[in-house]
Nanobody
Framework: QVQLVESGGGLVQPGGSLTLSCAGS????????MRWYRQSRDRAREWIGT????????VYRDSVKGRFTISRDNAKNTLYLHMNNLMPEDTDIYYC??????????WGRGTQVTVSS
C-alpha cells in the first residue's frame, strides 16, 4: 500500500536550518510530482511547494521562497525539504504528498518542526 513517512523534524533556533525527509513506498515514486505541506492546530493545511517528477523544477509559496528548497532522490524514493533561516512562524507539522488525484488522499503522520529560542 502507499506509504509516506516524514522524518527529520525537531527543535531549532530562529535563523537555524533543518532538512526534512519523506520516504515513499507502494507507488512509482519517480513517476509523480511531489508536494510538501504544513499544518498547525489553528489553521488549515498549507501548501509549501511542489517538485516535478525529475527533480528539475520546483515552485514555492511566497513566504518560503529563498529560504526553503525541495529536492528528491528517485533512486532512494525520498523527497527532501531543506529549510534555512527558519522563523517562529515556520513552526508546524510538515507533510509530504503525491501530486496526483489517484494518490493525493494519502498522508503520513508528518514531522514536527518547532522554531524557538
Amino acid at each position: 500500500q502507499v506509504q509516506l513517512v516524514e522524518s527529520g523534524g525537531g527543535l531549532v533556533q530562529p535563523g537555524g536550518s533543518l532538512t526534512l525527509s519523506c520516504a515513499g513506498s507502494g507507488f512509482s515514486f519517480g513517476a509523480y510530482n511531489m508536494r510538501w505541506y504544513r499544518q498547525s492546530r489553528d489553521r488549515a493545511r498549507e501548501w509549501i511547494g511542489t517538485i516535478d517528477d525529475s527533480g528539475q523544477t520546483a515552485v514555492y509559496r511566497d513566504s518560503v521562497k529563498g529560504r526553503f528548497t525541495i529536492s528528491r532522490d528517485n533512486a532512494k524514493n525520498t523527497l527532501y525539504l531543506h529549510m534555512n533561516n527558519l522563523m517562529p512562524e515556520d513552526t508546524d507539522i510538515y507533510y509530504c504528498n503525491i501530486d496526483h488525484r489517484l494518490y493525493e488522499h494519502h498522508w503520513g503522520r508528518g514531522t514536527q518542526v518547532t522554531v524557538s529560542s
